[in-house]
């Protein structure tokens, strides 16, 4: 009797054992294809920037031609061709400052891409472009009861986590929400071509 107890404790050990290793060894092999994937996921995305013309000739235009060129005015808005680019190029670094702040990414994968965040959102044409996208929200959240109760006219904004990030890191300038900002001008050119509401 004793015998057979001794061999039902020691299969059951041997079974536990035996499955606490293969549960061992499962998981370090789900984690280590999961580094995989996630450097390929970040490999994809860091070619997005190298890779597409539009974006690569914006990202050097916003660095190294700020100051000399101002592509947002008058022609900017209704489908031009810079204006399809930037947006691209926003909403990619937009998505990167979304997968930040759910931290779908780590800090280290972020900091791949922050010189490149930081560089587009220092840029006075950048900034006042989502200047405008953030008023003009604003503007038409207020027309919406229910929308401007439940957020904040940067949550809705397109470029949202983009804007956010601008606010949050301090990188654009203590008045970027206001009206009223003493750093941005209300382009009537801009404002009229396009029957907004400034």
Not at 168 to 179: Q, R
Request: with cysteine.
């Amino acid at each position: 009797m004793a015998t057979d107890n001794y061999l039902i404790i020691s299969s059951l050990i041997g079974a536990i054992i035996g499955a606490i290793s293969s549960g061992i060894v499962a998981f370090v092999q789900w984690n280590n294809a999961n580094k995989v994937k996630r450097a390929e996921f970040i490999n994809q995305m860091i070619e997005k920037f190298r890779i597409d013309k539009d974006m690569t000739q914006m990202m050097y235009k916003i660095q190294y031609d700020e100051g000399y060129i101002t592509w947002y005015n008058g022609d900017f808005h209704g489908g031009s061709e810079t204006e399809v680019v930037v947006d691209k190029l926003l909403t990619h670094l937009s998505y990167i400052c979304y997968l930040k702040k759910t931290r779908n990414i780590t800090r280290e994968e972020f900091n791949i891409f922050n010189p490149e965040v930081i560089n587009v959102l220092r840029s006075y044409n950048v900034q006042s472009y989502l200047w405008n996208i953030y008023q003009h929200t604003d503007r038409s959240s207020k027309k919406n009861c229910i929308i401007s109760f439940l957020k904040k006219p940067e949550e809705i904004a397109a470029f949202k986590h983009l804007i956010a990030f601008g606010i949050t890191n301090n990188i654009f300038p203590k008045d970027f929400l206001s009206k009223e900002t003493k750093y941005y001008k209300k382009n009537e050119s801009i404002c009229k071509k396009n029957s907004i509401i400034c």
